[in-house]
């Protein structure tokens, strides 16, 4: 089963600075997405990249998609307080069956 | 349109206990799955439904554990016989008949064995 590795597990950063987060998997995909977590709430889906894409934007989020080298980064730019949240990746499984699978995170804190 | 449901939002057990965590999921979606975390922690996998039909238990404990999701109300994750190590928080994703290609959480139920 497919598993997504978030790096770096905690990341401090400046209001207004941007945030790159990594992730990287090991098998084939059918697509990978982003969520968040806010402290004490379930997970929200942030934007999905497809196996046949290479990059993907939606607000202030750009994704990208590298799947030669099995990996996805997430970047926010001009971050704000409430971007403060755990973000997580899932592969997409090739086949309906098989289960989504989330990585540890990466704890983003915006200092003000 | 309700999203996905989990209740109760916090529960107290006590060891030895049993525990009956409910989720009902998006309007026309037929797939749940059910998570755990601990604190600082990602997301463990548990088990994938469908309705009357378990798709994936391979993150469940072998002992204690068990999920439905029937015909006609909500998915059920039963816990028998808690004890400490029973106490995390407990999430429930579900995703409609087209495609797992986007998971829908509720906000999840903390569970505390005394």
């Known amino acids: 089963s497919q598993q997504g590795e978030e790096d770096p597990q905690a990341l401090s950063i400046q209001e207004g600075e941007n945030a790159t987060m990594n992730c990287s998997y090991k098998?084939?995909?059918?697509?990978l997405q982003w969520y968040r977590q806010n402290s004490g709430r379930g997970l929200v889906h942030l934007i999905l990249?497809?196996?046949?894409?290479r990059e993907k934007h939606s607000g202030r989020l750009r994704v990208t998609l590298d799947t030669s080298k099995k990996s996805s980064s997430l970047l926010i730019t001009a971050s704000r307080a409430a971007d403060t949240a755990s973000y997580f990746c899932a592969t997409g499984p090739m086949n309906r069956d098989d289960k989504i699978i989330f990585g540890k995170g990466t704890r983003l804190h915006i200092l003000p | 349109n309700a999203g996905v449901m989990q209740n109760p939002r916090h529960l107290v057990r006590r060891r030895g206990q049993e525990a009956r965590l409910r989720c009902s999921p998006m309007k026309g979606h037929s797939h749940v799955y059910w998570y755990r975390q601990l604190p600082e922690e990602g997301l463990k996998f548990m088990v994938y439904l469908q309705k009357e039909n378990i798709i994936d238990e391979s993150g469940m404990p072998k002992e204690r554990f068990s999920a439905e999701f029937p015909k006609e109300g909500p998915s059920i994750l039963r816990i028998q016989q808690v004890v400490r190590g029973d106490s995390a928080a407990y999430f429930c994703?579900?995703?409609?008949?087209?495609?797992?290609?986007?998971?829908?959480f509720g906000s999840g139920t903390q569970l505390s064995v005394l």
């Open positions: 098998t084939s995909i059918n697509n």
């Open positions: 994703a579900s995703s409609p008949p087209t495609g797992n290609e986007k998971l829908f």
């Open positions: 990249i497809r196996s046949n894409e």
